[in-house]
């Protein structure tokens, strides 16, 4: 069966463009696929984090990956850190990639500028990831805009290794969502919906009251046309309020500009604020019932162990293949 394996950082508060970008895609996955979703922990840690609120953070999307849908029978769920074998693999990757091709990554780029200084492990974050992927042999993996790049390191790496050293990783082909995977600031569409973002009528956060995203989505910026279409060059403003209605009614853009010609902005964001509150009622509810249980705790020590099972076995091989002496 074809494998993914995704998660969501635990650097900030969900908002709904996790759910839209990860969440969402998620739910679909795990009926078509063998799913790995993890809580990439160590990667939070590449930039200073609050140690309480990280660990708080890690079981809230541990928590929301159930509370959205997401069956534990189905899939496994486990925490980055549980398994050691990610860390390792990393560093045995590391010895494979270039200092060249880490220092075009975007996304260092972009974290990095301007500041006096930033930790090594920034800079190898890419490897890392790519050590996520290639330990439990995930022949797919759902990417975004942002991380399309890192992908394409993490297919150069394990080719380069099967090259240097005999065949180890599958080959991950990527899986890029239709709609969902740009969901951006409702106040300038040009700005990735984030927590970081001074203006908290920017984002909608999974934990938002009705009242809370009633008035969030009513306030965000539209433009002086008056007509709902699809056209991230054109009208990104309201191209965002569709990809929000689209992931959270679960309909085509098409079909949701066809319902709304000649309908204007304040109706269309009504509606948009009752699918948003009809889709997160539900999967609050659950959230709330699963954070604080036994039931959680027990889920990721189940999926730790599946994890590590599953990453066992690669790793053992890859350390083989670069001639390191193994005991079994």
């Not at 795990?30 to 930039?47: G, I, N, S």
Request: hydrophobic fraction near 40%.
């Amino acid at each position: 069966m074809k494998r993914v394996l995704s998660g969501i950082k635990p650097s900030g508060e969900m908002n709904i463009g996790g759910y839209g970008g990860a969440l969402h895609q998620f739910l679909a996955m795990q009926k078509e696929y063998d799913c790995y979703f993890f809580v990439p922990d160590l990667h939070a840690v590449t930039v200073p984090q609050d140690p309480r609120l990280l660990n708080r953070r890690s079981k809230e999307i541990a928590a929301y990956y159930i509370a959205a849908g997401i069956d534990p029978k189905q899939a496994t769920i486990f925490i980055q850190s549980h398994v050691a074998a990610h860390a390792e693999l990393g560093w045995l990757l590391e010895t494979q990639a270039h200092f060249g091709e880490l220092g075009r990554m975007t996304q260092f780029k972009e974290k990095s500028h301007g500041k006096d200084t930033v930790s090594s492990a920034l800079f190898t974050y890419p490897v890392l990831m790519a050590a996520d992927i290639l330990l439990h042999q995930a022949t797919h993996v759902p990417v975004g805009d942002d991380q399309k790049q890192h992908l394409e390191l993490t297919r150069d790496l394990a080719q380069r290794f099967n090259n240097r050293f005999g065949t180890t990783f599958a080959i991950p082909e990527p899986i890029i969502p239709s709609i969902g995977s740009r969901i951006m600031g409702l106040d300038d569409p040009a700005k990735k919906m984030s927590k970081s973002n001074p203006n908290r009528n920017s984002y909608i956060l999974l934990e938002d009251s009705p009242e809370d995203i009633r008035k969030k989505i009513g306030r965000a910026v539209t433009d002086s046309e008056g007509i709902v279409r699809y056209d991230w060059e054109r009208k990104p403003e309201i191209s965002n309020l569709i990809e929000i209605y689209a992931v959270v009614a679960g309909e085509s853009a098409a079909a949701i500009e066809q319902r709304y010609r000649g309908v204007g902005y304040g109706p269309f964001k009504q509606d948009i604020a009752d699918a948003v509150i009809a889709v997160l009622t539900p999967i609050q509810r659950r959230f709330g019932e699963i954070i604080a249980s036994d039931e959680l705790l027990t889920i990721l020590r189940n999926g730790a162990e599946k994890a590590a099972a599953s990453a066992s076995a690669t790793l053992r091989n890859a350390k083989a293949a670069m001639g390191l002496l193994t005991l079994d």
